[in-house]
């Protein structure tokens, strides 16, 4: 066991509170838990050498944070800073059937549906889920209940600052036939670490339009995950964005426990100058008649490397199944990486399943066709890149949150140009 782990076990047995009894089931978990290598097929692209060497001297001066307003979105904001929260959820103009309490003290029965949720959808595979189960000490409980269509989007902000650890959590219950749209949005840019998984209950014939927005760039090393149980006919939109830093990895799992269930899963990661990200996602299908569309597309910058692994898991009882799995990636300089995993895992005879991945260089044709029309070489290649993703930023059902995101994306290409 590395050093680091042996802390975050001692530190978890340390703190005493009402998540105690589940806690004690990580520190297990974690006690007989083997610190990641190469050889370790999950993290055989993912070195945590920078996490190990990550010497944090909290900043006794707080940052200036400012929440940028998504015009036209009106969305419910969430503020948490380095994990802990900054709004008062009392003050919340919360709608008729949406209940929102702090994991930290929560109300007697959001205790009961925390304790159904905590460390339940979430694999226990997931290394830094553990450590996220053992550490944490602020999240949100967010419970809809049955029948409840909640048109204002709940937005959860989580900034990271210098110097600054933090681990965070999001339980989220929707009752059957309820509707929801959660917007997970993490930032920072200066030395830090932070971890923050969520899990989500969706309800029989209950929709969830979900968005992560992981915008962790340069030291902020985050290491997340968004887990989700379906139900009978119930139905997931996911988007995930994600920038690289000198360390961010997210996990994924959709889990079909219910016949009819679809769900959908987009994801866009952009990797600057040295950057690292790592994305792995799992598909249960675990029942029969289940619908799951996954398309991820990268652009890799210069000196800067991606991971991508998918894998979809149809189970023996799991017939009539529809899966679909596709990942393009797109690279701006020869000394950038990319290593795509997609697999499928198929026990049952009448499915119709398809995988495929692809890895491609910046068109030079193009590219001088658009320098030879009197366009600039840094615009002709914000066009192309953002070409190669609109397809996948157009699908997001929230247009107020795509219109904002578009300009968001063509700074990032600006700063993933390759000089």
Not at 136 to 154: H, M, S, T, W
Request: overall charge negative; proline content about 4%.
């Amino acid at each position: 066991m590395s050093q680091w782990l042996q802390q975050v076990i001692d530190r978890g047995q340390a703190i005493d509170d009402w998540l105690s009894p589940l806690r004690a089931q990580a520190l297990e978990a974690l006690g007989n838990t083997k610190w990641p290598n190469r050889r370790v097929e999950s993290w055989k692209y993912t070195s945590l050498a920078p996490l190990e060497q990550l010497e944090l001297s909290p900043n006794v001066t707080p940052d200036n944070v400012i929440i940028e307003d998504i015009e036209g979105l009106g969305s419910l904001d969430l503020v948490f800073e380095n994990g802990k929260l900054q709004s008062d959820i009392s003050l919340l103009p919360l709608p008729q059937g949406l209940h929102i309490s702090n994991l930290l003290d929560p109300p007697v029965k959001e205790q009961s549906t925390a304790t159904t949720l905590f460390a339940k959808i979430k694999p226990r595979r997931h290394l830094f889920g553990l450590v996220n189960d053992a550490l944490v000490e602020n999240g949100l409980i967010i419970d809809i209940d049955a029948g409840c269509k909640i048109e204002q989007p709940i937005r959860i902000i989580n900034i990271s600052s210098d110097g600054q650890e933090s681990h965070h959590r999001v339980l989220v219950r929707l009752g059957n036939h309820a509707s929801a749209t959660v917007i997970e949005h993490g930032q920072g840019k200066q030395a830090s670490f932070s971890t923050s998984f969520a899990e989500y209950e969706i309800g029989e014939q209950a929709y969830l339009e979900h968005y992560q927005l992981a915008m962790h760039t340069h030291q902020a090393i985050h290491i997340g995950g968004s887990h989700f149980s379906l139900q009978q006919k119930s139905q997931l939109n996911s988007t995930l964005i994600a920038y690289g830093s000198e360390l961010s990895r997210m996990d994924v799992d959709i889990i079909h426990n219910g016949e009819h269930a679809k769900a959908k899963f987009n994801a866009i990661y952009l990797l600057g100058e040295s950057e690292h990200f790592d994305l792995h996602s799992t598909i249960e299908h675990v029942v029969p008649n289940g619908t799951t569309q996954e398309n991820a597309r990268g652009i890799v910058g210069d000196k800067a490397k991606a991971i991508f692994n998918g894998r979809i898991h149809i189970h023996r009882d799991a017939q009539k199944t529809l899966a679909e799995m596709r990942n393009r990636n797109l690279l701006l300089s020869r000394r950038g990486q990319i290593n795509t995993k997609p697999e499928l895992e198929i026990y049952a005879d009448d499915v119709l399943c398809a995988h495929g991945a692809t890895v491609a260089e910046t068109d030079e044709e193009t590219l001088y066709y658009l320098l030879s029309r009197g366009i600039s070489r840094s615009q002709a290649l914000v066009m192309l890149n953002f070409g190669f993703i609109q397809e996948l930023v157009d699908q997001m059902p929230n247009q107020h949150l795509a219109q904002w995101l578009k300009p968001q994306l063509q700074s990032r290409f600006v700063e993933m140009e390759v000089k």
